[in-house]
């Protein structure tokens, strides 16, 4: 009870400042004039209200955030808050279930991309940008946001940033107080987002395209305002731009923020994940369009290039845009692509899936076992770019790789129980455990989840909210120790 005390004060106050983002797609129905300003208000009007009694009803409670209380605190903001940000859905789109659209409210914050709506270019404007921005605001972490508001509310957000930030290396800090931090964070996300609004506008996006596409490509969620997703303008020049920005976002925003600062790349070039996350991503457009060539899906190399470039960029990153149905290639290539979903963005981005400094602790642990076998005195400590590696980190590394395999093998399991075919099961487990969105056969880019039952749509939407908070963070609530005094 005390941890449930401890945590609603806080929440009213990110619930009463997050209910503000619903101006943002009042000024777009304002603008479009398409009919959904009063729904956007009434939605506005409720979420404050309830946040609001929720606040004043506990203002008296005072608590230390204990990092329970943290962790507790973001899982109850990230599932939620999709249940308040289905209202304008369930209001614009006659015979949406709720289903289905705290389906796509998950899928929004959790900056997945998967959708279970159809006749997306039919779509009032304005409902298109909420489902952009929130892949906008999930991207970087509602939480992290309410951070830099907290403390001057009196309640300390260390925990809470602690428990939200995706990576293992989560106690570096950028600036002395962890307000700054996130400030400063939410400052380049804010930059690195107009530099892509206006790069789309000038490739030839209209402003509302540039403005949705900006939004999703920034949170890496793949939500777009047309069902053909990139296919809908057939331009290589507008794709370019969305590599560069999805590449962007695949890398570390503390990075970014260094960068920044500091008015010099050299960051980039001292990060260790970032070698490895562009080299691999990039290496895999090149090889993918080699295959894909070979295979003779395309009829040239270049045309091969272009089309394994943006889809496996895409993929890899997490993000879930399509400019073609990747679905009917040789199935090398989708199931590569979906590998590389698994760990190929950086920590500290708005990537899903397991973060490349994991994966590159684990390959360090294994070369540390055959060395071992090979020399059982020698003394080989776990070292990442001249740094030592303690045996705590590579402990935790090996705990969430176990947990992240167990979880990915039960929720395929359940899909297949459920009915669904192999190949559909395994890639909607992955693509929702990572945050990807888009799998393949009943749920490849050219599809939906609208065919899905309720049953597996609620098991997809928590394998999103498991993968977003990465696994931890949500799974310990369920346990009893959690909950012990």
Same mark, same amino acid.
């Given at each position: 009870?005390? /941890?449930?005390?401890? +945590?609603?004060?806080?929440?009213?106050?990110?619930?009463?400042?997050? =209910?503000?983002?619903?101006?943002?797609?009042?000024?777009?129905?304002?603008?479009?004039?398409?009919?959904?300003? #009063?729904? !956007?208000? +009434?939605?506005?009007?409720?979420?404050?209200?309830?946040?609001?009694?929720?606040?004043?009803?506990?203002?008296?409670?005072?608590?230390? @955030?204990?990092?329970?209380?943290?962790?507790?605190? +973001?899982?109850?903001?990230?599932?939620?808050?999709?249940?308040?940000?289905?209202?304008?859905?369930?209001?614009?789109?006659? *015979?949406?279930? %709720?289903?289905?659209?705290?389906? $796509?409210?998950?899928? *929004?914050?959790?900056?997945?991309?998967?959708? +279970?709506?159809?006749?997306?270019?039919?779509?009032?404007?304005?409902?298109?940008?909420?489902?952009?921005?929130?892949?906008?605001?999930?991207?970087?972490?509602?939480?992290?946001?309410?951070?830099?508001?907290?403390?001057?509310?009196?309640?300390?957000? #260390?925990?809470?940033? &602690?428990?939200? /930030?995706?990576?293992?290396?989560?106690?570096?800090?950028?600036?002395?107080?962890?307000? $700054?931090?996130?400030?400063?964070?939410?400052?380049?996300?804010?930059?690195?987002?107009?530099?892509?609004? !206006?790069?789309?506008?000038?490739?030839?996006?209209?402003?509302?395209?540039?403005?949705?596409?900006?939004?999703?490509?920034?949170?890496?969620?793949?939500?777009?305002?047309?069902?053909?997703?990139?296919?809908?303008?057939?331009?290589?020049?507008?794709e370019a731009v969305a590599i560069v920005?999805?590449?962007?976002?695949?890398?570390?925003?503390?990075?970014?923020?260094?960068?920044?600062?500091?008015?010099?790349?050299?960051?980039?070039?001292r990060d260790p994940e970032i070698r490895?996350?562009?080299?691999?991503?990039?290496?895999?457009?090149?090889?993918?369009?080699?295959?894909?060539?070979?295979?003779?899906?395309?009829?040239?190399?270049?045309? =091969?290039? #272009?089309?394994?470039?943006?889809?496996?960029?895409?993929?890899?990153?997490?993000?879930?845009?399509?400019?073609?149905?990747?679905?009917?290639?040789?199935?090398?290539?989708?199931?590569?692509?979906?590998?590389?979903?698994? %760990?190929?963005?950086? =920590?500290?981005?708005?990537?899903?899936?397991?973060?490349?400094?994991?994966?590159?602790?684990?390959?360090?642990?294994?070369?540390? $076992? !055959?060395? &071992?076998?090979?020399?059982?005195?020698?003394?080989?400590?776990? &070292?990442?770019?001249?740094?030592?590696?303690?045996? &705590?980190?590579?402990?935790?590394?090996?705990?969430?790789?176990?947990?992240?395999?167990?979880?990915?093998?039960?929720?395929?399991?359940?899909?297949?129980?459920?009915?669904?075919?192999?190949?559909?099961?395994?890639?909607?487990?992955?693509?929702?455990?990572?945050?990807?969105?888009?799998? @393949?056969?009943?749920?490849?880019?050219?599809?939906?989840?609208?065919?899905?039952?309720?049953?597996? /749509?609620?098991?997809?939407?928590?394998?999103?909210?498991?993968?977003?908070? $990465?696994?931890?963070?949500?799974?310990?609530?369920? /346990?009893?120790v959690f909950w012990r005094r």
């Amino acid at each position: 009870m005390r /941890t449930l005390l401890a +945590v609603l004060r806080p929440l009213g106050v990110i619930g009463m400042v997050m =209910s503000l983002s619903h101006l943002v797609p009042i000024f777009a129905s304002w603008v479009y004039d398409d009919g959904a300003l #009063r729904v !956007f208000a +009434v939605s506005m009007l409720f979420n404050f209200l309830v946040a609001m009694v929720t606040f004043l009803a506990t203002r008296n409670i005072h608590y230390d @955030l204990k990092p329970r209380d943290g962790m507790l605190l +973001v899982v109850l903001a990230w599932s939620g808050g999709p249940a308040f940000a289905t209202l304008p859905l369930l209001m614009m789109i006659p *015979g949406l279930s %709720f289903t289905d659209a705290y389906f $796509e409210a998950v899928s *929004g914050l959790t900056a997945s991309g998967g959708t +279970v709506l159809t006749g997306l270019d039919a779509l009032p404007p304005s409902i298109n940008i909420w489902r952009a921005l929130l892949v906008w605001l999930g991207g970087m972490g509602i939480i992290v946001l309410a951070v830099a508001i907290l403390p001057l509310l009196g309640v300390g957000g #260390r925990q809470i940033f &602690k428990a939200e /930030t995706p990576g293992p290396m989560k106690d570096q800090k950028l600036t002395p107080r962890i307000a $700054e931090t996130a400030k400063g964070l939410w400052i380049v996300y804010v930059l690195l987002s107009i530099a892509c609004l !206006f790069s789309y506008r000038i490739a030839g996006m209209s402003w509302l395209d540039a403005w949705m596409h900006a939004f999703t490509t920034m949170g890496l969620g793949g939500f777009s305002t047309h069902d053909a997703s990139f296919g809908h303008w057939n331009s290589p020049t507008i794709e370019a731009v969305a590599i560069v920005f999805m590449l962007i976002a695949s890398v570390n925003f503390g990075t970014h923020f260094l960068v920044f600062r500091g008015i010099s790349v050299k960051p980039y070039f001292r990060d260790p994940e970032i070698r490895l996350c562009i080299l691999v991503i990039l290496g895999s457009c090149a090889g993918v369009a080699g295959y894909l060539y070979a295979k003779g899906t395309y009829p040239d190399f270049w045309t =091969s290039l #272009r089309f394994a470039t943006f889809n496996v960029v895409s993929v890899a990153s997490t993000t879930g845009f399509a400019n073609t149905d990747y679905n009917l290639w040789p199935l090398f290539a989708p199931f590569w692509m979906l590998f590389l979903c698994t %760990f190929a963005t950086c =920590s500290g981005s708005t990537g899903g899936g397991i973060k490349m400094i994991r994966a590159q602790l684990l390959y360090i642990q294994i070369y540390r $076992e !055959f060395i &071992k076998l090979l020399h059982p005195s020698a003394v080989n400590p776990a &070292k990442l770019d001249g740094q030592v590696i303690g045996n &705590k980190v590579i402990f935790a590394v090996l705990a969430f790789l176990f947990i992240y395999i167990a979880s990915l093998v039960v929720l395929t399991l359940i899909l297949l129980a459920s009915g669904l075919d192999a190949v559909t099961a395994f890639s909607a487990a992955l693509a929702n455990l990572n945050n990807l969105g888009p799998g @393949l056969n009943q749920v490849g880019p050219a599809t939906t989840y609208a065919s899905f039952t309720d049953f597996q /749509t609620w098991v997809c939407t928590f394998a999103m909210l498991l993968g977003r908070l $990465e696994l931890f963070t949500l799974l310990i609530i369920f /346990t009893p120790v959690f909950w012990r005094r």
